[in-house]
């Protein structure tokens, strides 16, 4: 019997800055043979403060960018543009498996909870949205949940402030009022990809018995599932850069987050 073919083309995963490289450790982490093609749209970010036609047009653009790349499968390692933009980029590319991170981190809540009581931090387009309320309270209609938007935190993470006291005030201002109440929640979902940069500090500002989810885990899961059927690797593993702007800040921040070094000349810059 003739084995089929290995499809050795790239998965395509975008965000609107450096947030992304959280799902995308992960899912190299899942599937080390693949090829990936990261699209961090630096020159526009924040993504989170804008409204939802903008994002969704942005992520459309995002995704022909790496679609003429030749990928096969887009991850949107985006809340904001998870929420914005999956049934337009759907409809868009029916030919093409397209994941978000929201239902992976909404399950993932859903599942770490034991009092019900959630509490999602995230962008303001992701909060205004009740994206985190609608995929929980279809898991778990009892659920309480309270969103709330930490906007600092992305400009935080682009900039490298990952720790060290600037991060910790922002960290303590935004989530001590979150806890101060006797129906504390019991979870805290990192509602956008940006936030896990800054997991130390946001651990040390929240009561020590309080889960933390992030969705690049649970997405990683789905998209091995859905993809790496096989087990096998099909590419070399291969990483290859794209950004809108700011190469050298991009190759900075990644290299430190990644734990491998990104040389500011690997990362080409496209126009969308
Ligand atoms: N990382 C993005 C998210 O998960 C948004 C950051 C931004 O551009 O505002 O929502």
């Known amino acids: 019997m003739v084995a089929r073919e290995r499809d050795v083309r790239p998965i395509g995963v975008f965000d609107s800055g450096v947030g992304g490289l959280t799902v995308l450790r992960a899912l190299q982490a899942r599937l080390p043979g693949e090829d990936f093609i990261y699209l961090g749209d630096t020159a526009r970010l924040p993504y989170g403060s804008k409204s939802r036609e903008t994002v969704e047009r942005y992520s459309l653009q995002c995704a022909r ?37 929201i239902e992976p981190g909404a399950i993932a809540a859903v599942r770490a909870t034991a009092s019900r009581r959630i509490a999602v ?21 009892e659920a309480r949940v309270r969103a ?15 720790e060290g006291p ?43 018995d309080t889960a933390l989810v992030d969705s690049a885990e ?19 593993g ?11 800040r991009f190759a900075q921040v990644g290299s430190r987050f990644l734990g491998r070094t990104i ?9 969308l």
């Not at 709330?148 to 682009?158: H, I, Q, R, T």
């Open 238 to 248: 291969k990483l290859t850069w794209l950004a809108t702007d700011g190469a050298a």
């Open 121 to 141: 931090i995230a962008t303001p387009a992701t909060v205004q949205g009740r994206a985190y309320e609608l995929q929980i309270h279809a898991r778990a209609p």
């Open 65 to 101: 960018v790496l679609i003429a790349r030749g990928v096969r499968a887009l991850v949107v390692a985006c809340n904001t543009a998870s929420a914005a933009a999956l049934p337009a980029l759907r409809a868009a590319h029916p030919e093409l498996q397209v994941f978000g991170v």
């Open 263 to 271: 040389e500011p000349q690997e990362v080409e810059l496209v126009d």
């Open 166 to 208: 600037v991060a910790e005030a922002v960290a303590r201002r935004y989530l001590a009022p979150l806890f101060e109440t006797v129906e504390r929640p019991d979870v805290l979902v990192l509602g956008c990809t940006h936030f896990p940069l800054l997991r130390p500090v946001i651990r040390a500002a929240i009561p020590a």
């Open 148 to 162: 709330l938007a930490c906007p600092l935190f992305v400009a935080l993470a682009e900039e490298g402030w990952t």
């Open 218 to 236: 649970t997405t990683a899961a789905e998209v091995a599932t859905a993809l790496g059927g096989t087990g096998a690797a099909r590419g070399s």
